[in-house]
């Protein structure tokens, strides 16, 4: 089977849930948010080098991936899951957001806002650096600091991070068994360095892929609200 335009059709699959939610669900401020978190998300599909071939190797348009590490795929990939899992718990409940005063941002566990923000960052590299994991491993435990880094400095954003997560996972599941497993029979143990990783499949389809969706549901759920001092009411 070819599978030249897998990766291409999945990142084409979920910019259309992007666009339905975007254009036919969502309320303007929450459409406003949604295509900011996608802007800032999208760069993030640039850390394909960290991925290939260590964790997949994916076929893409020009053979990028194969030639430079980088690809166009996933910068459309990131830039649609990014929005995506941002808006999901608002889209579902409609919850609203209201500013935090600027008095209660200077009061207790908001004096470490600027590290808990970085904390990922400052979680991945050195995780990446000096250590055997597989960065996919890395990605993942990275976003899950972040996210219970959220969790201490803002409690008031943890049901927003629980669902938005289960919301998330669900969704990604879908798309990858139809992209991937369904659409593309074989592709999955063509694709994925299988035996780097622990090689698990739930139902045709890596846990780590899994495990990924649930961390940066939890994560990007509440990533707008933490920066820009919302809260959902």
């Known amino acids: 089977m070819n599978f030249d335009y897998a990766y ?10 992007w666009l339905f939610l975007y254009w036919l669900w969502l309320k303007p401020q929450s459409r406003q948010k949604m295509l900011l978190v996608s802007l800032v998300t999208a760069p993030l599909g640039l850390t394909e080098p960290f991925f290939v071939p ?10 990028l991936a194969g030639k430079t590490g980088f690809d166009l795929e996933s910068v459309l990939f990131s830039f649609a899951v ?32 600027k590290f808990v923000l970085i904390s990922p960052v400052i979680s991945f590299l050195p995780l990446y650096l000096f250590t ?17 880094a959220t969790w201490y400095c803002r409690p008031d954003l943890v049901r927003a991070m629980l669902v938005g997560s289960v919301l998330f996972l669900a969704l990604y599941f879908v798309v990858f068994l139809i992209s991937f497993v369904w659409l593309f029979p074989g592709y999955v143990p063509a ?14 389809v890596p846990v ?3 495990l990924f969706a649930a961390s940066l549901g939890a994560m990007w759920s509440s990533v707008y609200e933490h920066f820009g001092w919302y809260r959902f009411s």
């Open 208 to 210: 780590e892929e899994l």
């Open 8 to 17: 291409l059709i999945a990142s084409i699959f979920l910019l259309l849930i």
């Open 132 to 148: 055997p994991l597989n960065p996919i491993y890395s990605s993942i435990l990275a976003m899950t600091v972040g996210a219970v």
């Open 54 to 63: 260590s964790y997949w190797s994916p076929f893409t348009l020009f053979n």
């Open 191 to 204: 694709i994925w360095n299988l035996p780097a990783i622990s090689g698990i499949l739930v139902a045709g």
């Open 82 to 113: 990014g929005g995506v899992a941002a808006v999901l718990y608002e889209a579902i409940w409609g919850a609203t957001r209201r500013k935090v005063s600027v008095h209660e941002q200077h009061q207790g566990r908001h004096r470490i806002h």
